[in-house]
């Protein structure tokens, strides 16, 4: 029998928080990271994309979660100069490069890189 309590605290029964980012490093792969992908509208991810997914990674293994997403916009924009930097990141990951690069990497983003109750204007 389910014993609701212990679901709610296990992190087994919530492989994801309420943004969709994965609970943890050990259940991630890059079939995990193609699906996700594909949920969010991407048909297939670039050698660009990857290599900001692996980085994310191995910054969060490296460091921990970041204090804030501007600290990994500079780290990834070092690499990116030459394209353009941030608005290039922005081309690869319309959705913002350290929170939809995060949940396809996943690990959890920095406090505060997304805002989903910000709303949006047409």
């Given at each position: 029998m389910l014993d609701i309590n212990r679901a709610v605290d296990d992190r087994e029964f919530?492989?994801?928080d309420p943004e969709g980012h994965?609970?943890?490093?050990?259940?991630w792969s890059r079939e995990y990271a193609k699906r996700q992908a594909?949920?969010?509208?991407f048909e297939e991810l670039s050698e660009q994309q990857w290599w900001v997914i692996y980085n994310l990674r191995g910054f969060y293994r490296k460091n921990g979660r970041a204090a804030s997403a501007?600290?990994?916009n500079r780290v990834l924009e070092?690499?990116?100069?030459?394209?353009?930097g941030l608005r290039h990141l922005y081309m690869l990951f319309p959705k913002g490069p350290v929170s939809q690069g995060s949940r396809l990497a996943g690990v959890p983003p920095p406090p505060?890189?997304?805002?989903?109750?910000?709303g949006w204007v047409a």
């Open positions: 919530r492989p994801h994965l609970q943890g490093l050990p259940r594909r949920a969010e509208g501007r600290l990994i070092k690499d990116f100069v030459d394209e353009g505060y890189s997304s805002d989903p109750s910000f």
